[in-house]
């Protein structure tokens, strides 16, 4: 969330102010080396809590050193991890306030198959040996945004059937594949994950950059949240929104508390307006389906609910919910963002729509979006009513034994996604992600002009301070950068982390102080930011296996946070979900409060 009240920029001086010391904390200095004596450049040290609920990670240096302070006491673990070598962990007892020096060795792989059982997702979906070069394209698009792909919970070898299965299912939460890419997939990952061994040297790119950043993570939910999005809000507290679960995950970071809070109760069945399709049993237990946050200046947080079609507020004051049905046969509300009227404006998917709400008048506008060719207008005029149909069929997904889908595939939607608004005029822009289009709305006359982008896959795009809409093409690992004055792109290929293998950015933020743009990077446990001014980018390899992450907010002291978002989260590394946090500086400053510490007098 963008606006923060000014008693909580004094708060978060202070918290920040404190971060880095050393009282009442257990403090960690040592180095880390490979396994011939050399030292490990860029290797990741985590010390877990007691309870493993929370975790905070640096990278070594150069020399292989690393230095980090936590708020954690007791019996700790302390984690090494580098690509491409066998962890190094140790326990060691915090019960003093004095800094433990730790050395930690990595090891060589036991054997090929352990080797590659840590290799992420992007390293196993590179070796799908595909028929059709288009094949991989619908695969990327279809299969890899709900979870990885190629991880050890999906990888397991199944026979060509069983794959079909498969598919089908994820065809119940909106994969548009026809029937020939459905078998042409299949087939793929028949013979490609067939349980032996991949081999890979993956390079995360070890700078002193990295070297200066510091994560923290904390889990919340259990391993059937599905918490697609985190937010920053005013008060500092970080509110995800569980979409399986109909509740808020609200965590205070600097205690550690989380707090569940149930949305307010629906008439609709399980799966709300969508309980016709064959949604996840277990993970998706409520109608409402919350997506998507924005906060407005008077405090309330406002939330998309996707599966019964409503925008709700809520006040995290008094902790009570307000809920506004949105009008005539909109589907999937999806990401909202809040302008600097405190005007709310949301995307509707399955409908392709876009949604605007006043709340000092409580007026709804939604407003129909150009259809972009004769089959979507097919899809934007049948598909509510189909919709309606299939849910007299729960859980069978009707619907899609008679979708022309299955005959075009997803070019027969134009999924408005991504939203944001441009600070320079007000204007709202929207990215079609099955149409490859963004848009422009005039806030007055809510009159539409859209632009073709030059890759496919555009999803959550945001604006800098200048006015530059940066948007991640999914489809094809990329970034785009439009300018809205000229009406020109610029585009970036984002590196992959080993030769052949492609990544998936899903959402994207600007820290508008320093311009950079912060993207996921969801097939290679990795966040990446690109710095404008340079045209580079730098890799934070994330301390958890299996890191699916959605929005990126930002808190008030610059460090970058989302949401492990992993559909099943009990296939994320250590079975439950969490929210993470990257510092850029972090790292840095507990270096320097160590090094303050130890040169400091000692007192008696």
């Known amino acids: 969330m963008n606006r923060i ?41 985590s010390v877990f809590n007691g309870e493993y609920t929370q975790k905070q990670t640096v990278y070594t240096a150069e020399d292989g050193s690393y230095a980090i302070v936590t708020p954690y006491k007791g019996s700790l673990t302390l984690r090494a991890r580098l690509a491409n070598y066998d962890d ?25 198959q352990a080797a590659s059982d840590a290799l992420s997702a992007s390293a196993h979906n590179a070796v799908l ?9 619908v695969f990327v698009s279809q299969c890899n945004y709900c979870h990885q792909v190629g991880n050890s919970t999906t990888r397991a070898p199944r026979s060509h059937d069983a794959w079909m299965d498969t598919i089908r299912k994820m065809e ?20 490609g994950f067939d349980g032996q061994p991949v081999e890979a040297q993956q390079d995360y790119g070890a700078t002193a950059d990295l070297a200066r ?58 799966g709300g307006l969508f309980s016709g399709m064959h949604l996840p049993i277990g993970i998706f237990t409520g109608a409402h389906g919350p997506h ?78 150009p259809h972009n060719g004769f089959f979507r207008w097919i899809s934007d005029m049948l598909f509510p009513t189909l919709l309606r149909i299939s849910s007299w069929f729960p859980d069978k997904s009707f619907l899609l034994d008679f979708s022309h889908h299955r005959f075009l595939g997803y ?5 408005p996604y991504g939203i944001d608004v441009n600070p320079k005029d007000g204007s709202v822009w929207y990215a079609k992600l099955y149409a490859n289009r963004i848009g422009r709305i005039d806030p007055k006359t809510l009159e539409i002009t859209e632009y073709e982008t030059p890759l496919s896959g555009p999803r959550r795009p945001r604006f800098d301070a200048d006015g530059i809409f940066w948007i991640p093409s999914f489809n094809e690992g990329a970034l785009m950068r439009f300018d809205p004055a000229t009406g020109s792109f610029e585009t970036f290929k984002i590196p992959g982390v080993a030769p052949g293998e492609y990544e998936t950015p899903y959402a994207l933020n600007v820290y508008r102080p320093t311009g950079e743009v912060w993207m996921a990077a969801n097939n290679s446990d990795r966040v990446i930011r690109f710095t404008p001014a340079t045209k580079t980018f730098q890799s ?50 507990d270096r320097a409060a160590l090094a303050a510490a130890a040169a400091a007098p000692a007192t008696k």
């Open 5 to 45: 009240h000014p008693a909580f920029l004094f708060l978060g001086a202070l918290l920040s102010a404190g971060s880095a010391s050393t009282a009442g904390a257990a403090s960690f200095t040592g180095t880390v080396t490979l396994p011939d004596g050399r030292p490990a450049f860029g290797a990741m040290v």
């Open 88 to 112: 190094a962990t140790t326990t060691v007892d915090a019960s003093s306030d004095a800094t433990s020096r730790s050395d930690l060795v990595l090891a060589a792989f036991a054997d090929t």
């Open 129 to 137: 040996p595909w028929k059709r070069a288009d094949d991989r394209h």
């Open 172 to 191: 119940g939460y909106f994969a548009m594949v026809t029937r020939v890419q459905a078998n042409h997939i299949a087939t793929a990952m028949e013979k």
């Open 213 to 270: 950043a510091k994560v923290e993570e904390w889990t919340v939910g259990d391993g059937f949240s599905f918490i697609h999005d985190m937010d920053v809000a005013a008060d500092g507290r970080f509110y995800g929104t569980d979409e399986g679960h109909d509740k808020l995950w609200v965590l205070d970071p600097s205690t550690g508390e989380v707090e569940a809070i149930d949305l307010p109760p629906s008439d609709l069945p399980r």
């Open 292 to 369: 998507s946050m924005a906060q407005t200046t008077d405090g309330r947080i406002w939330i998309t609910n996707a599966l019964s079609s409503t925008l709700m507020s809520f006040d995290p004051a008094t902790k009570q919910f307000q809920t506004y049905a949105v009008p005539g046969d909109a589907l999937y509300p999806h990401t909202v963002r809040v302008d600097k009227d405190d005007i709310v404006w949301f995307t509707i998917v399955s409908s392709n729509q876009v949604g605007r709400f006043d709340p000092k008048t409580e007026q709804m506008t939604v407003m129909r979006l």
């Open 411 to 415: 070019s027969v939607l134009a999924f």
């Open 540 to 589: 934070y390899p994330s301390p958890t296996r299996v890191t699916v992450l959605r929005d990126f907010s930002f808190t008030i002291d610059g460090r970058v946070c989302s949401s492990q978002a992993n559909l099943p989260a009990y296939a994320i590394e250590g079975g439950v979900p969490s929210y993470l946090c990257i510092d850029p500086a972090g790292g840095e400053r």
